[in-house]
């Protein structure tokens, strides 16, 4: 799956226990079955996997192609104006960053934060956290891993594309989480042709260079939106709710783009990445068809 962007769940799906699997160390026989080849093991609660359990999953991953990434716990809040809040921020992130070694995963996502007044000083506040948390990482011997602060759904996070990408400047093996789900619900919709898609590449290869936007990290699947940005994840079973797929795949192979495109739909993210992958074949099988025949 070298050439390819590789799809996978974040976390397991409802399908996964309903078929009487209760360990995580089955997911990555059951995705590549699946005909997936990547999974993010959820952290979101607390970094409470052991150093023996990490290993054995990362063997797991490994014997069956699938690439690994965690996501950090969600109340991570590097923006927060509290030092300690701050400083316990960074021992998560450094703790996930500890998980992901164990267990062979390339990248960590995290939230960077929630926003109270100025917008800039959180930012600040957020790439001084961020600096020292990469120099922790550094000395530990875990410099090596992604870190990916992703974009998020509300103006009361910070998790503006704007401001995900400022923070992928202050250090080293930092990419971007890019979430279409959470851009879509931000914007209220905008996420519907390739225009809109081909922005946020641009903008990323611009600012970042065109080898992270190569091995993106994205997270993708249909939300719900109100006035105030996301409410919640959906799934493809339920009509009505974007972001669309299709122009963004016809960009990732258009381009030679290679990332890890992660799904978050409700319950069944399994599945949904199956169609993701399933569409993005198909204009990649077509691409090279064309390219023969010429």
Known sequence: MSGEARFGPAGNAKSFYEE????????????????????????????????????????????????LSIHAPYYINLASEDPEQVNKSKNHLLKALRAARWMGA??????????????????????KALAQTLDEAAREGLGDILLAPETLGRYSYLGLLEEILDLCQVGPNLIPCVDFGHLHAITHGYFTDRAAYALVLDLV??????????????????VEFGEKGERRHRTLAEAGYG???????????????????????NGTQAEDACVYREIYMKVKNSESRIQNSE
């Open 20 to 67: 009487g699997y209760k360990s995580s160390l089955d997911a990555p026989a059951w995705l590549r079955k699946a005909g997936l080849g990547a999974y993010e093991y959820q952290c979101v609660r607390g970094v409470n996997i052991g150093e023996k359990a990490a290993r054995a999953l990362g063997e797991k991953a490994a014997e069956n192609d699938v690439a």
């Open 106 to 127: 390339t990248r960590v996502v995290f939230h960077a934060g929630s926003v109270r007044g100025d917008r800039k000083e959180a930012l600040k506040r957020a790439r």
């Open 205 to 222: 290869g611009e600012v970042l260079g065109e080898e992270v936007l190569r091995r993106l990290h994205i997270h993708f699947s249909p």
């Open 243 to 265: 972001p669309e797929f299709a122009p963004l795949a016809a960009l990732l192979v258009e381009r030679e783009l290679t990332p890890i495109v992660i799904c978050e739909s």
